[in-house]
Structure formats: C-alpha cells, structure tokens
C-alpha cells in the first residue's frame, strides 16, 4: 500500500507537470483541412491539445480566468493551428477596426509565435481576432528588448476563418509553409500562443512568461514537436508587379500638372528554406502613409521609423546595429536626397536593388543590401549605390555577436551615362556589435564599436557605447552609455549627435498589489548626463518619477526633473525662426511631466500629457492629447492635438505653437479600407491632407488610391482663425499591385 504522504506527493508532481505542459505534438492531417472555423475534420479530434493557459496580465500566478485550446496539423503545403477561445458567457468583442495588422492591449485576439529556428531570438507571429481581421509580425532579439524588436509592418500570404459562438469563438488558420522560413530537418520548433481578452482585461499565454518582460519574449516557449522532420516546401517564388499612374503639381515654381505613368515591382525568391532573395526594380512607395508631423523644437534631426515594405522582413539584421540616435544604417536615407543649394530633402528615384537575408545555418544570419538610386541633373547630383553587408552569429543561449559594413559609393559622369566610379566621393561605415540577452532574459545588454570613413580621411571618426539592463519582478534596471567622435559621419546612418560623451540610468521599483483597481505602482529615479571634452557639461537632467498601471489597461505616470542646456551654437527656442539665444550660454530649469492613458477597451479613449516648467530663459507649458472614438467594428475618428505656450523675455520670441491633426479610419469591410489624415502645423504655416482608398481584392493584392495636398495656412494676425492660403503641391495616384505565387 502506498503511503499517503507519497501518494499526495505523486498527485502534486503529476498536476504540475499535467499544468506545465512542456511540449505539444503535431501530427500529419489524414484528410483536407476546411477553413471554416467549425473544427469539425477528424485531424481536430485526435490532435493533442495546447490548454492550461496562465495569465500574464494582470497577475502571472494563476490559471488564466478565459481558457483557450490550440490544436495543430499540417500537411504538404500548410501548417494549421485551430484556436478555441472560451468565454464565461455570451459578450462582445472590441477591434479598432477591421484593418490588418491590428495592434494593442485592448483588443480580443489570439496570436501564434513561431520560433522556426529554436534560436529563441527571431520569431514570427500571425493572429487573429474574432471578426476574422488578420495581423502577421516579425520578432527580433529575443522580444523585449527596444521598441523595434515586435514589428506587424511585415506582409504575407497565410488564410484563417472564424465563427463566434455564446460560450466561445474559434478560429481555424492555415500559414503556407512557403510563407515562413525554417530550418529543413529540424524536429521541433519553439511555440507560443497568447490571447488578448478584452472583457476580463485579461492577457493569458500557454508557455508562462513573466509580467515584468514582452508578451512575445521568446525566452520561455515551448516546444512544437513533429511527427517527421520537415522537408524544403518546394519551389518558393513570388513576384509582387505594380502600375502606377500620378499626377502631381507644384503650385510653388508654378509648374504645370505633370503626369506619370510607372511600372516596376518586387520579387521574392526562397533560397532554401531559411533564406530569402528580395529584388525591387524602379519601386514606388506612394501608398505608404505620410508621417505625422510634429512640432520641432529640438536642435537635431527627427527621426521617422521606416515604413516601406521593401526594407521591412529582416530589417533588424540591418536596422538594429549601435543604439538608438546613434544607427550606422538608417534605411530611410535610401531614396532620399539633400539638394545643396537650398538644404531640402526630396525624393531621389530608385532604379533597384536586391536584399539578401535569413539563416544559413541555424547559429548564423546574413544580410546583403545594394540599391541603385538615380541621378538628378537639376541639382548636379550623381547616381549613387548603396551597399550593406551583415553578418550575425549566435553564441551562448540567446546572444549574438553582430557585423556590419555599409558603403556609399558615388558615380563619375552617370549623368552623362558613363556610370564610372567616383574614387574620390565615397562614405564608408564598419562596425560590430555584441547583443546580450540571458537564457532567463534577465539580463540583457548590448556593446558596440563602429568607425565610419570618407575621403577626408579624418579622426575621431568613431563610435563606441552599450547599456545594460537587469529586469525581475520587482526591479527593472538599465545603465547606458556612448561616446560619439566629432568626425564620425556614417551618411547612411543616423546621428543625432557627435562630439559627445553620455551615461544615462533609468530604475524602477515595482509593487503588485493583490487586490483592489491598481494592477501594479512604484517609484523610479532616472539621470542623463551629456559632456564632451571642449565644452564640458552639455546636458543633464535628473528625473523622480512615480507610475501607476491599472487592471483595466490604464496607465499614468509623472516625473519632476531638473534639467541644465548649455548652447555651444545659437540656437532660437521659440522654434519660429526670431533671435537666437547665443552660444556659450548655459539654462538650468525646473519642470513636471506626466502623462494618462485611459481604458483602451471603451469606445471612447484618450491620452494626455502636459510638460509645465522652465524653458532655457523663459517657460513653456505644453499639453498633448489624441482623442479616439471607435465605431465598432467598423474604424475610428481620432483629433491628435499639441499646444504650446512658450515665453521668452524680449528681444526674444515668445510663441503658441498649435499642432492638430485629425484622423478619420473607415474598413467598409476587411478588405475595403478608407483612410483621410489631416495635419495644420503653425510652426510651419502648413496644412497637409493624405486620403487614402485600398482595395484589397486578393491577398497581399491591392489597389490603390492616394490624394495628397498641401497648402500655405497661418492663424491670422491675432491668431484666433486659421486661414488657408494658396497650395504649395497637390498629387493624385492610382496604384495596383499584385502578388503571384510561382
């Protein structure tokens, strides 16, 4: 007879590991897979079961309240997962809107993470939400470690159905194996899958994860386990073909109407299971989505994140290297050019290029990059290649040592069609970089060293720098630190600044109360110190800060800083172009920010933040908020909205600066979407409109109508009216795209 003791202990370790689930099995499909978000296909019955789901939000010790089952299967050409997501009684489910690619804590769905490579450092995602509105993503280093590392801007072929029901809604979802890339032969993958539950403000995971990491950390999957190793899927080709008809006017030079007629297109080409061949050839980006405009009253350049689909799959082989502010590669500069004279920016055609990328064993990456941007003899500038070459090699559990060589190489006479290489015009940028993530993800960290060279041939060309982050449940810890060379100029990078020296610490203490509204609280303490070795101190600033997360997804958070600038150029604050404050001058001031997100989950939500304080001589009040109405299920209306109210002693400019910006979304179906932007900006007397009209009428096959206008607009003399002036250029395009599978 078993003593009791040891009977209750054998039952305790048998439910933990029946809790735990470590691995889930997946068996070849014995008939057709129907999308039809019934389940009612044999393969469903007999298929092992993913469940015990466990909460990550708002605590991460219990059994998820909203349980899920996940089933898999798969065949010659697809992998299917079918998702059964239970509710405690009949609801209702909120999306922004019926859009792909859907993003937020907010929303109901349910989402795959697949580790194809068990690297537990890149990923794909596909989900999906109980209207059938689809999203696909990318995941880089590990998840979790910088706002690029979770990116939906990635495009591609898979299918899924859906069908709701009073106790629950299921989806059945079919992902070509020619969509994803994966190692041939390997016998598992790594998996997760998290839900998003809007109702119970509730986020749950099948493989546990820690609250104070990602919901996509990669660090804690589990495994997928085959019944036979997979094999190459098969000729894998698309080509992606556009035409595009445009017209433009630039009302400025008062040049008439011009018209254009474009053809071009991408193809993409499977090297292998794990490696992708991307060409373009004379792309055309109009549809992509203008960026918002802001008010600048910063003295260095803006950034705006990449949004062209070309650059997009793998962009963290190339976009990721150094830190943030301080990139050897920015893919943005492609295609873009400065005209000398004036100090403008304008699109620079391209004629093409190809990207390279993916794994060529499962501990290595590469990326190899070359563009061919055309000339402009209005402006006497050259043709001009582009070419990057990366290399990314796995090493302990999760970290990678990384190299990158960026090259931008003018041609001699390519206006006159000779196309020979200028030796003497060239930008050149090397670098390696070190990115730590610990098998448990609690320390990550990244160090660096690049060197940038011209044909000047000039020193202090460097930079070096790293941070270091240390995360549990109740401290999340990060040290950072750069040093940037006055003469390090990588131009096809972005530098915010050089000639600078900084350290930077940002701390948090968390607390997690086990009852009441509040899901967790605590102070931090954060410092910024910036110097070089000419001028000393540039800037510091300290920040106590304090920070509230409520169970209903509401957040509001404030700090009180003390801030020192000390101007080695001249510099206006007012951002309006009056008299400058001189160089070699210092201001230390004093302010308050805080900022309040609302409850996603309502129809009508909002954020706020307000900056009160001293302003370098004089002070600035600020408040910025974006109102957002959802009209279920079928878009939004949202007013984006900056104020402010800077005061400087004469002879300086004092200024209002008013930034509105509103939005309208409408998706008359999940393939029919209608999109208008609207943007006044007085700082630069400028009003902007961009509607967009897309038709989806196949799959990652689109067409397109994009009406762009710009116009002079100022407040008036006493600026209580906006008034609109003469158009600086209008643009009017029709697109069409098409992806054809070969």
């Given at each position: ?40 296909e ?24 909203a ?9 010659d ?12 009684g ?27 490579f ?39 072929k ?48 099948w ?135 004036t ?56 970290s ?9 190489q003018a ?64 401290w999340d ?12 100029n ?9 000639d ?17 509204l ?22 510091w ?78 002070s ?30 004469q ?28 943007q006044y ?62």
């Amino acid at each position: 007879m078993v003593p009791p003791r040891l009977l209750l202990c054998l039952l305790t370790l048998v439910g933990i590991s029946a809790f735990s689930q470590p691995t889930v099995l997946i068996k070849r499909s014995t008939a057709p897979i129907v999308l039809d978000g019934q389940l009612t296909e044999p393969d469903w019955e007999t298929a092992q079961v993913a469940t015990q789901f466990r909460q990550f939000f708002p605590t991460d010790t219990i059994l998820a309240n909203a349980q899920t089952e996940i089933r898999l299967t798969y065949d010659d050409q697809f992998i299917y997962i079918a998702a059964k997501m239970f509710n405690l009684g009949p609801r209702k489910y909120v999306t922004p809107s019926l859009r792909r690619d859907f993003r937020g804590e907010a929303n109901d769905g349910i989402s795959i993470v697949l580790d194809t490579f068990k690297d537990k450092t890149n990923a794909f995602i596909f989900g999906v939400n109980p209207y059938g509105v689809q999203r696909e993503g990318l995941v880089a280093n590990g998840g979790g470690t910088g706002a690029d590392d979770f990116s939906l801007n990635w495009d591609n072929k898979w299918y899924s159905e859906v069908s709701t029901h009073d106790d629950c809604w299921i989806a059945e979802i079919a992902i070509p194996f020619k969509t994803i890339r994966f190692k041939e032969n390997l016998a598992s993958w790594n998996v997760n899958f998290y839900r998003i539950d809007s109702q119970y403000g509730e986020r749950s995971t099948w493989a546990p994860i820690p609250r104070n990491f990602d919901i996509v950390n990669l660090a804690f999957n589990k495994e997928l386990i085959w019944d036979k190793p997979l094999r190459k899927p098969g000729t894998n080709v698309s080509l992606i073909p556009y035409s595009a008809v445009s017209s433009t006017r630039n009302f400025t030079d008062a040049s008439p109407a011009e018209t254009k007629l474009q053809v071009g297109g991408d193809a993409k080409i499977a090297i292998g299971p794990a490696l992708n061949l991307d060409l373009t050839f004379n792309p055309d980006f109009s549809q992509v989505e203008v960026d918002e405009q802001v008010t600048n009253l910063d003295r260095f350049e803006i950034f705006f994140p990449e949004r062209r689909q070309f650059f997009l799959e793998n962009a963290d082989l190339f976009a990721n290297f150094g830190l943030e502010g301080t990139r050897p590669f920015f893919s943005r500069r492609i295609g873009v050019a400065v005209d000398a004279s004036t100090g403008q920016n304008f699109q620079n055609t391209i004629y093409g290029g190809a990207r390279l990328s993916g794994k060529i064993n499962n501990n290595t990456r590469i990326g190899v990059l070359n563009m061919q941007a055309g000339e402009d003899a209005a402006i006497n500038l050259p043709s001009t290649n582009y070419t990057v070459a990366t290399l990314q090699q796995k090493v302990f559990a999760r970290s990678n040592i990384g190299f990158i060589l960026v090259n931008k190489q003018a041609f001699q006479d390519s206006i006159g069609g000779t196309f020979k290489v200028n030796p003497t015009t060239f930008s050149r940028t090397a670098g390696v970089d070190f990115n730590l993530a610990s098998a448990d993800n609690r320390w990550t960290g990244k160090a660096f060293y690049h060197r940038s060279f011209n044909e000047h041939k000039t020193d202090s060309a460097f930079s070096l720098g790293g941070f270091i982050n240390f995360s549990t449940l109740k401290w999340d810890l990060s040290l950072l630190t750069r040093n940037v060379g006055a003469h390090y100029n990588p131009e096809v990078g972005f530098v915010r600044r050089q000639d600078i020296q900084q350290v930077a610490s940002t701390n948090w203490y968390n607390m997690y109360p086990a009852t009441g509204l509040v899901q967790s609280h605590g102070p931090g303490f954060e410092f910024d110190i910036v110097r070089n070795e000419t001028h000393g101190f540039l800037d510091w600033e300290y920040n106590f800060m304090y920070q509230i997360r409520w169970r209903t997804t509401a957040r509001f958070n404030i700090r009180l800083r003390q801030e020192y600038t000390y101007l080695f150029n001249p510099f206006d604050p007012s951002g309006t172009g009056g008299l400058q404050l001189p160089d070699n001058t210092a201001y230390r001031n004093v302010v308050m920010i805080a900022n309040f997100l609302s409850d996603a989950r309502k129809k009508f939500f909002y954020t706020i933040s307000t900056r009160v304080g001293g302003y370098f001589n004089g002070s600035r009040e600020n408040i910025t908020s974006q109102l957002t109405y959802r009209y279920q299920p079928w878009g939004f209306t949202s007013l984006r909205f900056s104020y402010n109210h800077i005061r400087l002693p004469q002879p300086y400019n004092s200024a209002d600066l008013i930034l509105i910006g509103p939005r309208f979304d409408f998706t008359f179906t999940r393939n029919l979407f209608w999109t208008t932007f609207i943007q006044y900006n007085n700082q630069i007397n400028n009003l902007n409109i961009n509607s967009r009209f897309q038709w989806r009428f196949k799959p990652v096959s689109d067409l397109f109508v994009v009406y762009t206008d710009n116009y002079v607009a100022d407040s008036g003399e006493n600026g209580e009216v906006i008034r609109i002036g003469q158009p600086k250029n209008r643009a009017l395009v029709l697109k069409l795209t098409y992806w054809l599978n070969l």
